[in-house]
Nanobody
């Protein structure tokens, strides 16, 4: 059973920084991508940033230049460094991974439990 465990959310003032981390654990044969999405009440979940193992990192336009994504491939961990946070960044942030559990398994989509990011003075 694969689990994505997130940490790092919290309250920060506008202009501040937070770092989210997410580790995938369990039976993992191959990770195709890892990244972060966010959701506010009443709206659809949206991509923040995602990285595939063989391609570029994709960022939402609203976070370009402020957020960076990094991965520790050996630890199946993804980090989201969020700088210059704005009130509109406030949301529940969800870790996402597309991975293959076994050599002969299909790739599947996995989600973390979500971590709240609050940006307020």
């Amino acid at each position: 059973q694969v689990q994505l465990v997130e940490s790092g959310g919290g309250l920060v003032q506008p202009g501040g920084s937070l770092r989210l981390s997410c580790t995938a654990s369990g039976s993992i044969f191959r990770v195709y991508s890892m990244g972060w999405y966010r959701q506010v009440p009443g709206k659809q979940r949206e991509l923040v940033a995602a990285s595939t193992s063989s391609g570029p990192t994709n960022f939402a336009d609203s976070v370009k230049g402020r957020f960076t994504l990094s991965r520790d491939y050996a630890k199946n961990t993804v980090y989201l460094q969020m700088n210059s946070l704005k009130p509109e960044d406030m949301a529940v942030y969800y870790c996402n991974a597309i991975l293959q559990e076994g050599r002969f398994s299909r790739s599947s989509n996995y989600w973390g439990q979500g971590t709240q990011v609050n940006v307020s003075s």
